[in-house]
């Protein structure tokens, strides 16, 4: 019963009943449209930590900020080297300006102004379309927009996962025309066993300890990139 508990508190990060219900790949019409793709990466460098219990009075977190992960630049990197490797088309990082940033701090996702602005950086690189994954909100799912870890502790049984909350989005440049879009589980899998369940601060954790977590974070998130770049067809499945 304890395990059952805990479980259900931690399975309320996922959205794995409704995977798929808002999903959509690229077209072969579209496809032919396509010969250069510009990539962003927008999570941010906000590491979300909570603790959940059956109560409100049980909940704990904090946030702290890992710009030196390099998280955006990582996943970006990692997009274009699979695309180079098995991809459909050319696919490289869209350079954003500095001050192209303020928008992409905001908590969940962004504004029409800052896809616009995607789209208008996109236009000026030549690429024919802009692949965009940025943190957002999932209606399905009570995981905060962005990345971190959650655990749940219920009668003193605790069940433990990272989490990543974002959207994935493909639009044609300049017509700003949808072409395939995918909202993934937030529940990217449990957490690594050198990892400890702490919920006071991040201080509270040795640097090792926090190199695990970036590591784990860093290495669920490309399988999970991977998973999606094949669902949207933007990629060819390794043989074997």
Do not use: C
């Not at 219990?53 to 049980?58: D, H, P, Q, R, V």
């Not at 006071?200 to 954790?205: E, F």
Request: zero cysteines; hydrophobic letters at 40%; a neutral charge.
């Amino acid at each position: 019963m304890k395990r059952v508990l805990g479980l259900a508190v931690l399975f309320s990060l996922s959205t794995a009943a409704f995977a798929g219900r808002f999903d959509s790949y690229l077209s072969g019409t579209d496809a032919r449209s396509i010969h250069k793709l510009g990539v962003v990466v927008l999570l941010g460098d906000t590491l979300y930590i909570d603790r959940r219990g059956l109560t409100a009075f049980e909940n704990k977190s904090f946030k702290v900020s890992v710009p030196q992960w390099q998280l955006d630049e990582s996943i970006t990197k990692h997009i274009v080297d699979v695309m180079r490797a098995r991809g459909r088309f050319v696919a490289e990082s869209l350079n954003l300006a500095e001050n192209d940033f303020a928008w992409s701090q905001w908590e969940n996702g962004f504004d029409s102004a800052g896809r616009r602005m995607i789209l208008d950086r996109g236009s000026k690189q030549g690429v024919d379309a802009v692949l965009v994954l940025s943190r957002e909100s999932n209606p399905h799912s009570i995981a905060r927009p962005g990345f971190g870890f959650s655990f749940a502790s219920v009668f003193g049984k605790v069940s433990a996962g990272l989490v990543a909350s974002f959207g994935v989005y493909l639009w044609q440049v300049p017509s700003d025309k949808p072409l395939a879009q995918q909202h993934p589980d937030p529940l990217l899998g449990p957490k690594p066993d050198a990892f400890p369940m702490k919920a006071a601060s991040w201080d509270a954790y040795s640097e090792e300890e926090q190199s695990t977590l970036e590591s784990a974070i860093k290495q669920d998130l490309t399988v999970r990139v991977d998973q999606i770049l094949d669902s949207m067809k933007l990629t060819t499945r390794p043989e074997g």
